[in-house]
């Protein structure tokens, strides 16, 4: 360009969308799903020499589906499949970032016929997409073809990061945009359920909430900082976590006495581990007593972090209060069976340790609620509890929806405070 030279004007074909318009199969495209469906092995997706090498046999395959059905040169073929060409995407610049909302909410990419492509979600929004200006989908979500089928992009904001979630889920149910993964995800067991009063006493990893009467510790940030903690409770008190009954008062007493080691008591964990290694040095089992000191030490060094569930019946709809914004604002959240039913902000001058102004927030809520959409959405709003843990007020709530008028719900929970 600076010799004053003309540019390139080698031909393109956009493989993906002669793939997709040739082939039948409808799953997130990408080049090994494509290299699958025609009886290729793609060994190393990600690896550059890899990558052009299955592109080359892609290709290859699909020009002879293409003249099997009569076309001649791939172009033509892709030309008349086509058709006239699509307009030029919109343009995805500075400028237009600029009017991109800062705050949480849900982005949807839409196609040049306005079908949605792609839904995602951010909890700054403008941070969020303001990283494709530089990069494309793909690099970034793996999302190969995205960028030549994008026209556009649409925001919505929402209020809070746990709104946008449900609404991105909700989002992808009614479109079912073909570059967002379609199955079901494994749900992370991220919740204890201590079930004393079972028919076999136990304490387990779970991935879901009930109101069966069983007591639920979490949600934790992550799967393996539950399995931590559950193994440690499993180490002091191994009936706890049995699978089937050997005695009953024995297994009950133990699931009781791991989730108050769970809850954050570690006295009597500790008192039983200190009689034991004394009975231990007593006995000359030396290297017995050194494995319950080194148990004590690791007792010691549990940190035990707030549960946001314990306490709260989950039969029964509670609060979730998140910590004030920079306006001072605070967004709360009516939470009932491990769904979002409706949301609310409250000025920063309103005391959730009044009664009566509590009163007015939940019955005001209550009018905006709306049944749960899908059971997928307890599975997000359990997530959310665990990636806010401590950062929440729990509100409990009085035990019937139906509070007559003026009735006072139940005092609140301090941020972080736990209810046995």
Same mark, same amino acid.
């Given at each position: 360009?600076?010799?004053?030279?003309?540019?390139?004007?080698?031909?393109?074909?956009?493989?993906?969308?002669?793939?997709?318009?040739?082939?039948?199969?409808?799953?997130?495209?990408?080049?090994? +799903?494509?290299?699958?469906?025609?009886?290729?092995?793609?060994?190393?997706?990600?690896?550059?020499?890899?990558?052009?090498?299955?592109?080359?046999?892609?290709?290859?395959?699909?020009?002879?589906?293409?003249?099997?059905?009569?076309?001649?040169?791939?172009?033509?073929?892709?030309?008349?499949?086509?058709?006239?060409?699509?307009?030029?995407?919109?343009?995805?610049?500075?400028?237009?970032?600029?009017?991109?909302?800062?705050?949480?909410?849900?982005?949807?990419?839409?196609?040049?016929?306005?079908?949605?492509?792609?839904?995602?979600?951010?909890?700054?929004?403008?941070?969020?997409?303001?990283?494709?200006?530089?990069?494309?989908?793909?690099?970034?979500?793996?999302?190969?073809?995205?960028?030549?089928?994008?026209?556009?992009?649409?925001?919505?904001?929402?209020?809070?990061?746990?709104?946008?979630?449900?609404?991105?889920?909700?989002?992808?149910?009614?479109?079912?945009?073909?570059?967002?993964?379609?199955?079901?995800?494994?749900?992370?067991?991220?919740?204890?359920?201590?079930?004393?009063?079972?028919?076999?006493?136990? +304490?387990?990893?779970?991935?879901?909430?009930?109101?069966?009467?069983?007591?639920?510790?979490?949600?934790?940030?992550?799967?393996?900082?539950?399995?931590?903690?559950?193994? !440690?409770?499993?180490?002091?008190?191994?009936?706890?976590?049995?699978?089937?009954?050997?005695?009953?008062?024995?297994?009950?007493?133990?699931?009781?006495?791991?989730?108050? !080691?769970?809850?954050?008591?570690?006295?009597?964990?500790?008192?039983?581990?200190?009689?034991?290694?004394?009975?231990?040095?007593? +006995?000359?089992?030396?290297?017995?007593?050194?494995?319950?000191?080194?148990?004590?030490?690791?007792?010691?060094?549990?940190?035990?972090?707030?549960?946001?569930?314990?306490?709260?019946?989950?039969?029964?709809?509670?609060?979730?209060?998140?910590?004030?914004?920079?306006?001072?604002?605070?967004?709360?959240?009516?939470?009932?069976?491990?769904?979002?039913?409706?949301?609310?902000?409250?000025?920063?001058?309103?005391?959730?340790?009044?009664?009566? +102004?509590?009163?007015?927030?939940?019955?005001?809520?209550?009018?905006?609620?709306?049944?749960?959409?899908?059971?997928?959405?307890?599975?997000?709003?359990?997530?959310?509890?665990?990636?806010?843990?401590?950062?929440?007020?729990?509100?409990? !709530?009085?035990?019937?929806?139906?509070?007559?008028?003026?009735?006072?719900?139940?005092?609140?929970?301090?941020?972080?405070?736990?209810?046995?």
């Amino acid at each position: 360009s600076r010799a004053g030279k003309p540019g390139l004007a080698n031909r393109q074909v956009e493989l993906d969308m002669l793939a997709r318009l040739l082939l039948t199969e409808r799953r997130k495209p990408s080049l090994v +799903a494509v290299a699958e469906q025609l009886g290729l092995n793609h060994p190393r997706p990600g690896y550059p020499p890899a990558d052009a090498e299955a592109i080359a046999r892609v290709t290859l395959a699909l020009v002879r589906i293409a003249r099997q059905r009569g076309g001649g040169e791939l172009l033509d073929v892709q030309r008349a499949l086509l058709g006239v060409p699509a307009p030029p995407p919109e343009p995805l610049d500075h400028r237009w970032l600029a009017g991109v909302p800062g705050g949480p909410g849900v982005y949807l990419v839409r196609g040049h016929d306005g079908a949605v492509l792609y839904v995602g979600k951010g909890i700054d929004l403008r941070r969020r997409l303001a990283a494709y200006l530089g990069r494309s989908f793909a690099l970034h979500r793996r999302l190969e073809g995205l960028s030549a089928r994008a026209a556009r992009v649409e925001t919505i904001p929402t209020d809070s990061d746990l709104e946008a979630r449900v609404l991105e889920a909700r989002l992808i149910r009614r479109h079912r945009p073909p570059f967002n993964v379609q199955r079901r995800q494994r749900q992370r067991r991220t919740i204890i359920r201590a079930a004393a009063n079972d028919p076999v006493p136990r +304490a387990q990893l779970v991935a879901d909430v009930a109101a069966d009467g069983a007591l639920y510790l979490g949600p934790f940030r992550s799967e393996r900082a539950a399995r931590a903690s559950l193994a !440690l409770a499993k180490t002091v008190y191994p009936p706890a976590c049995m699978r089937r009954l050997v005695d009953l008062q024995t297994q009950r007493e133990a699931v009781q006495a791991a989730v108050r !080691l769970l809850s954050g008591n570690r006295a009597d964990a500790l008192d039983l581990l200190q009689q034991q290694m004394r009975t231990e040095s007593g +006995a000359g089992d030396r290297a017995a007593a050194e494995r319950t000191r080194a148990l004590i030490r690791r007792v010691l060094d549990f940190v035990c972090s707030p549960s946001p569930l314990l306490g709260i019946s989950l039969s029964e709809p509670f609060l979730a209060v998140e910590p004030p914004d920079q306006g001072g604002r605070r967004r709360a959240h009516l939470l009932g069976h491990g769904h979002l039913l409706a949301s609310t902000s409250l000025a920063p001058d309103i005391p959730l340790s009044s009664p009566t +102004a509590l009163a007015r927030i939940v019955d005001e809520l209550r009018r905006e609620s709306r049944p749960p959409d899908h059971e997928e959405d307890a599975h997000i709003v359990t997530q959310w509890l665990g990636d806010a843990g401590s950062r929440l007020a729990i509100v409990r !709530l009085s035990p019937s929806s139906a509070r007559a008028p003026g009735q006072p719900p139940s005092p609140p929970l301090e941020p972080g405070q736990l209810s046995r």
